[in-house]
């Protein structure tokens, strides 16, 4: 696994579930690193609370995906955990994991990343919180995309409450939730929970949902299993077959969408994260949760649909997603405008071979083990075992990808980082790191050891 080409001084921005596998796999390929974290814990994303504002966890919050498809391949999750695990218990899994491969004596807390230049012959000078100007070879990037809340841009005005699932912690916090006419405006897993929980009786609340394309909602149970260790692909098969075979899924568990009011989605099943949802068809088939189609415009507290209707309401919840963003580069010099970023692999920059992003995808119906296997090829790659394409087959590469992952769905900020992690990591173990190690085999490896003096 390890070689004897000098080691690449390393950063990693962030300690959420991203920067730790890297920082776990790199230890592993003995790769000096350093991991610069702006809070004073781990976890990120799982961090209820996370002073530095980057958790969407909300107190109720449990894991749309089960554990057996949600744990690292190399420590799984503890047994007595149940399927669907609270934020708690996830971050205590973190914090396991954290303490199993004594990753936190390599964390900077406290100590985010401010800016981050690239130097003229390469390698990276970053100013940490402390004031510092740091200087590495390699950068990783690490720091999530699900904590910078995306608005849709509806013309008017609002008057009313309004707030981003991001902020919502609970129906009494941050905002008095209870007695109120609400619209929910989203039919993701987090919508599906806030539109769940706000419309039980015990908070009066008389409450809608707003959704432009639909989604999949199927239960998180099937024959008493969890969904995704039954609904899942196989990518020996050719994915147009299995789209047609699986395709009706949905509908034979619970029948068609338009049965509870809800738009036939505009793409079919397990092409895009479905809605993982044990309670919202209840709702709805109950009469607890009214369903409006995508928002026309605002006019003070009134709220006008594109099919002509109108309705009055005390608050506003966007569970709208999320912007890709990275607050330490300037604009111009990287950027994802409309969450889109030219990845390799969804890693890799064509034209620069000091830097990688970790986690920056939209893995069905998996993130954790996704993580795991990006953060392998990273240390493949600075260990000097893995070689990448030239800049212009990765750009190939690139183009190919998307058509494969995205090329059915509408050009729309949810749909850029949509992939199935089956697919991608089969293509990763049994085709990328053999290619990538055949062409170290004849070029060399990437010489990225040399940017910085020790």
Known sequence: MTTTAPRPRTAIIGAGISGLTAGKMLSDYGIPYECFESSDRIGGNWAFGNPNGHSSAYRSLHIDTSKERLSFKDFPMPKEFPDFPHHTQIKDYLERYAEAFDLKRNIHFRNGVEHARRNPDGGWTL???????????????????????????????????????????DPSTPLNLTGKRILVVGIGNSAADIISELSQKTFQNTVYMSTRSGAWVVPKYI???????????????????????????????????????????DHHFLEAHPTQSSELLLRLGSGDVKVK??????????VHFVDGTHEDFDAI????????????????FISAPDNKIRLYKR??????????????????????????????????YLAGTYRPPNPDEMERIIDADDKANMGHFADRPRHTQQLDYYSYVHEIQKKELPAGARRVAR???????RKVPA
Not at 443 to 449: E, F, K, S, T
């Open 317 to 332: 919840v966007y569970a709208t997603g999320y912007n890709i963003t990275f607050p330490f580069f300037d604009k111009d």
């Open 293 to 302: 189609p995508n928002v026309a415009n605002l006019d003070g507290q009134t």
């Open 127 to 169: 100013r940490t919180q402390d004031g510092q100007d740091r200087e590495f070879d390699f950068l990783v990037v690490a720091n999530g995309h699900h904590w910078d809340p995306r608005y849709p841009n509806f013309p008017g005005t609002f008057t009313g409450e309004s707030l981003h699932s991001h902020q919502y912690i």
């Open 443 to 449: 070029y060399g490896p990437v010489d990225l050891a």
């Open 347 to 380: 890693m890799l920059k064509p034209d620069m071979d000091d830097i990688a992003f970790v986690g920056f995808a939209q893995a069905v119906p998996t993130l954790f083990p996704f993580v795991e296997c990006q953060s392998r090829l990273l240390g493949a």
């Open 223 to 265: 024959f008493g299993l969890p969904t995704d260790r039954i609904a899942r692909t196989f990518p020996q098969i050719p994915a147009k077959w299995q789209r047609m075979l699986i395709r009706k899924l949905p509908t034979l568990i619970s029948g068609p969408p338009e049965r509870y009011g809800l738009p036939r989605p």
